[in-house]
């Protein structure tokens, strides 16, 4: 059994700053892979960022200069700070935890941007 606990999510205004954890336990043990996705009502899940277990990161274009994902392995956590928070940033944010055959998510985290 794996469960992925994610936290930090709320209401900001723009150009402040919010801050999401997520927190593997279970089977997993320090996954390969860590991710953050979103999404909102009628749109496709988008791609936020990813984070190997050697720190190689890789980013969407739009979150480039604004948010940063970062891992804890002793604590089996993934964190995603975000900066300068636009309203088109308004989404519920999922983590993602691969490791071998495992593919798991999280429940998600609603995150509000008022202008």
């Known amino acids: 059994q794996v469960q992925l606990v994610e936290s930090g999510g709320g209401l900001v205004q723009a150009g402040g700053s919010l801050t999401l954890s997520c927190v593997v336990s279970?089977?997993?043990?320090?996954?390969?892979?860590m991710a953050w996705y979103r999404q909102t009502p009628g749109k496709q899940r988008e791609f936020v960022a990813t984070?190997?277990?050697?720190?190689?990161?890789n980013y969407a274009n739009s979150m480039k200069g604004r948010f940063t994902i970062s891992r804890d392995n002793a604590k089996n956590t993934v964190y995603l700070q975000m900066n300068s928070l636009k309203p088109e940033d308004t989404a519920v944010y999922y983590c993602?935890?691969?490791?071998?055959?495992?593919?798991?998510w999280s429940q998600g985290t609603q995150v509000t941007v008022s202008s």
């Open positions: 279970g089977s997993i043990y320090s996954p390969a892979v």
């Open positions: 993602n935890a691969k490791q071998g055959t495992f593919n798991s």
């Open positions: 984070i190997t277990r050697s720190n190689i990161i």
